[in-house]
């Protein structure tokens, strides 16, 4: 926020890491295709394949977007949300851009803190059937029509697993990007391998599973079933975003964060095209089971034969990948959190750094509110309430990629896409829309396989996106307080307006919100350069 003298306070996070590690964290969205493959194979069968291959194609696309907009804003943290602002600035101006980017940063944190308890609940899970213990009681917190049956044991140990990664997030980018190197390691290099072992053996490929794409058995497929599947396929699919979360901390700026995102949209391409694809191929269509463990174990049953040694080949790979998540999901919105409350749309509350230079409250805030949602013990429904939020941020830094280069095509970019670029941004923009209201109201019935499942957990997610609105008011009404106790830079004759400006009383304003100079023009603020961070508002 610019000062009323012009001095600038301290902005961002520390700078703690380079590409690498921006690319092992974000290996995290690469790795939730353990997640859904499995449902998405049960549910559609060999056309699953290309479900997930379109939508990864666009995922890769959308991070060599976002690589574009990280090289002209290198210092902006948090990913997605961040760009949001300065994207849409030109086409909206400054109050609304704002507001944009306040809803991107609130609705990318509810596409992301969910991954959290979606898989420290697998991780419980698997643990119990490692080590032989027993699940525990079994309880319905929230009822079935929201959630499923969990067992306390899980419920507990789901809670301790939060706290236990929750440690090296809170000390810092560097010991964060080192955990998760060893996590990465662990799981991306087994789960990898696993694609190409069934080549060892020929005879457990039978590509006649995966020749004309059938869907299972007895599934009708219509236009309703492809968009209702696309939508909780894109919560996972377009995740390998998630390095770009990292970039505002990497030290070699716009190279760093053009590495980073363009690797992990072609790992993320390979990955997530080529499990369904082994798994179809191995196993045939009719599953039995959704379950990621049990459909590894069944996988690597068919090319070895049954053996006890199995279960760890295959299972603490899995549980390393899920752990990386669980912790990305906890660093990397919690970042998101900290850019929009630092442009000053969310409470102070998640702007506070700790003493290693990162949001620690925010990041504790992810903690909390992922032990609630483990009640919910069911990861297809916390997929579709989280994606009510995950695919609007996406798809709105798809309209402001196509916006900037529009509006501001000769502002030097350290990396550019062609010009056509822009085009198959807003093409992909539109299609992701009518993903998100066709299929996400349609997605909870037919998802889940319930014909009596109306769309309750779709609009809970909107609902909860919606509440970014009463933040934002708490924001500008903590602003107004700090400005009439002169707590903020001008002393108490300067108004907080909430929009990140700070003006004296009767200055006067544009109908859009923005402040007007003595001229009567309004006051317009520079572009940053390429490669610079944004000028503090």
């Known amino acids: 926020m610019a000062t009323i003298d012009g001095s600038l306070p301290e902005t961002g996070l520390r700078k703690g ?66 760009y949001a602002t300065e994207s849409f600035r030109p086409l909206v101006g400054n109050t ?12 990318y944190w509810l596409g992301w803190f969910p991954v959290a308890p979606i898989n420290v609940i697998l991780t419980a899970s698997y643990l119990a059937v490692l080590f032989s213990f027993s699940p525990g009681h079994t309880i319905t917190p929230v009822g079935t029509t929201w959630g499923a049956p969990i067992g306390i044991t899980i419920v507990l140990v789901c809670f301790v697993v939060l706290a236990i990664i929750f440690i090296p997030a809170w000390f810092g980018i560097r010991l964060g990007a080192a955990f998760a190197t060893v996590l990465g390691i662990l799981s ?35 236009v309703t079933f492809i968009f209702a599947w696309f939508f909780p396929i894109l919560w996972n699919v377009i995740a390998m975003e998630a390095a770009a979360c990292y970039v505002g901390e ?42 990621p463990l049990t459909l590894y174990l069944t996988y690597t049953t068919h090319i070895f034969g049954p053996g006890s040694w199995e279960k760890w080949f295959v299972g603490l790979p899995l549980i390393a990948a899920l752990a990386l998540s669980v912790l990305n999901a906890i660093m990397g919105c919690g970042r998101s959190l900290f850019q929009a409350a630092e442009d000053g749309q969310l409470p102070r509350w998640f702007q506070k750094k700790n003493r290693h230079g990162v949001p620690g409250q925010a990041m ?57 670029a822009k085009w198959i941004a807003l093409l992909i923009f539109v299609a992701w829309m009518a993903i998100y209201f066709f299929g996400g109201w349609n997605s909870p019935k037919i998802v889940l396989a319930d014909p009596h499942q109306g769309p309750g957990l779709y609009l809970l997610g909107l609902l909860i996106v919606a509440l970014y609105a009463p933040l934002y008011w708490w924001r500008a009404a903590q602003d107004r307080r700090l400005a009439a106790a002169g707590k903020l830079p001008g002393g108490p004759a300067v108004a907080a307006t909430g929009d990140g400006l700070v003006r004296a009383p009767g200055d006067p304003v544009t109908a859009s919100g923005d402040p007007v100079a003595a001229s009567g023009d309004p006051v317009t603020e520079a572009e940053p350069s390429a490669g610079e961070p944004p000028a503090a508002r």
């Not at 939730?32 to 049960?42: D, E, K, R």
């Not at 609304?96 to 609705?107: D, E, L, P, Y």
């Open 17 to 82: 890491t380079n590409w690498w590690g921006a690319f092992v964290i974000g290996l995290a969205g690469t790795i939730l295709v353990t997640g859904i493959a499995p449902y998405v194979v049960q549910g559609t069968g060999a056309l699953g394949i290309i479900l997930i291959g379109v939508m990864t194609i666009a995922g890769c696309f959308l991070c060599l977007c976002l690589a574009e907009l990280a090289t002209m804003w290198p210092d902006r943290t948090g990913g997605i949300p961040g």
């Open 96 to 107: 609304a851009a704002r507001h944009i980017g306040g809803v991107s940063g609130w609705a």
């Open 188 to 222: 991306m290099l087994p789960l990898t391998a696993m694609i190409f072992l069934p080549f060892f053996k020929p005879g457990s490929i039978h590509w006649s599973n995966v020749a004309g794409f059938h869907a299972p058995p007895h599934v009708a497929v219509t």
């Open 250 to 291: 990497c030290r070699g700026g716009a190279r760093d964060a053009k590495i980073a995102l363009t690797a992990e949209g072609l790992f993320g391409v390979f990955i997530y095209i080529a499990t369904p694809l082994m798994f179809v191929a191995v196993l045939g269509v009719a599953l039995t089971t959704a379950d």
């Open 364 to 420: 504790a805030f992810n903690v909390v509110c992922s032990a609630v949602l483990v009640l919910l013990g069911s990861p297809l429904r916390i997929y579709i309430i989280s994606n009510g939020g995950y695919l609007l941020s996406c798809s709105l830094a798809l309209a402001g990629y196509f916006v900037y280069r529009q509006l501001r095509p000769d502002v030097p970019r350290p990396f550019r896409l062609p010009t056509f």
